[in-house]
């Protein structure tokens, strides 16, 4: 389905991006890796996605180095779709946000969401290309939960740049999408699941379909948003979050 087209995905060597790589290459797409993990410690998530198809190559990257990631892209002789993943979350109650917590989400989360995606495209727009960016957010971009203000108000600015650039790439055919994935058994929440038992209480109460969700579920929405089926389809935040943005009667403290 994804043959001939070249996919970019940053924290590719983390549990959610590196699914996103293996179902797209699964798709026929060939894969770029980025992350900022060295080559040698991403090497299973690497062969990974080699059994999965094909990869072109793994760089190490930090999305919020503007720098690195403008040469990186000029690196890249063609990309065509591009998955912005890399992100960070490190739960802190409001009043003991620190003002380096607060700017490490604000740098990695959104400011790299901006730098990959502006650099993605301007890249399809000196070629010509009628490319997917495709930005991970959250659920909790648009819902509070405890503990994560910074995580969330990236995430909520990881909503909006997704609107503004469908909104002035559109005229380039450009589309951008982003996927808000609910909570799933892998990654951050996985890590806050295993050692934070006050989060794991709380989402014990709040999914109404009664379970976390899994990282290849995200990472076939976002084959989806990928594939020509939503050629139609720019500015939305398709959520999966087993119904957790919903009305929660037994919302957690
Ligand atoms: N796991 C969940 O439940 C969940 C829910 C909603 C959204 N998300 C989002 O999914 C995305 C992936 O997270 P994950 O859960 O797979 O976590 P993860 O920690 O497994 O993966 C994140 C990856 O990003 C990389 N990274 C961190 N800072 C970077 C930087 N400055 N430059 C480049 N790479 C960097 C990490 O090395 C890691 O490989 C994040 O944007 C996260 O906010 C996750």
Redesign the pocket.
């Given at each position: 389905m994804l043959s001939n087209q070249v996919v970019l995905v940053?924290?590719?060597?983390?549990?959610?991006?590196?699914?996103m790589a293996v179902h797209l290459a699964k798709a026929g797409a060939s894969v770029v890796m980025?992350?900022?993990?060295p080559e040698t410690a991403?090497q299973k998530?690497i062969e990974a996605v080699q059994a999965a198809g094909k990869l072109l190559h793994y760089a190490q990257?930090?999305?919020?180095?503007r720098v690195a990631v403008d040469a990186a892209m000029d690196a890249l002789h063609q990309v065509d779709i591009v998955c912005s993943?890399?992100?960070?979350?490190e739960a802190q109650p409001f009043l003991e946000v620190s003002q380096e917590n607060w700017q490490n989400h604000l740098?990695?989360?959104l400011t790299?969401c901006f730098n990959v995606g502006q650099s993605a495209a301007r890249k399809m727009v000196a070629s010509k290309t009628q490319g997917r960016i495709i930005l991970?957010?959250?659920?909790?971009g648009a819902i509070p939960w405890p503990e994560i203000t910074p995580?969330s108000v990236s995430?909520a600015g990881v909503n909006m740049l997704t609107k503004q650039m469908a909104r002035e790439l559109a005229t380039y055919g450009i589309r951008v999408n982003a996927i808000?994935?609910?909570?799933?058994?892998?990654?951050?929440?996985?890590?806050?699941l295993r050692e934070e038992p006050q989060y794991a209480a709380r989402v014990a109460k709040v999914i109404p379909l009664g379970t976390?969700?899994t990282?290849s579920e995200?990472a076939e929405a976002v084959v989806y948003l990928a594939s020509p089926q939503t050629a139609y389809m720019t500015g939305s935040i398709l959520t999966l979050d087993g119904g957790c943005s919903l009305f929660q009667f037994d919302a957690p403290d």
């Open positions: 940053t924290g590719a060597a983390g549990d959610l991006g590196n699914a980025w992350d900022i993990q991403a998530r990257v930090d999305v919020r180095d993943n890399a992100g960070i979350v740098d990695i989360n790299g991970t957010s959250s659920w909790v995580y995430k808000a994935p609910g909570i799933v058994q892998a990654g951050l929440a996985g890590r806050q976390p969700g990282a995200i």
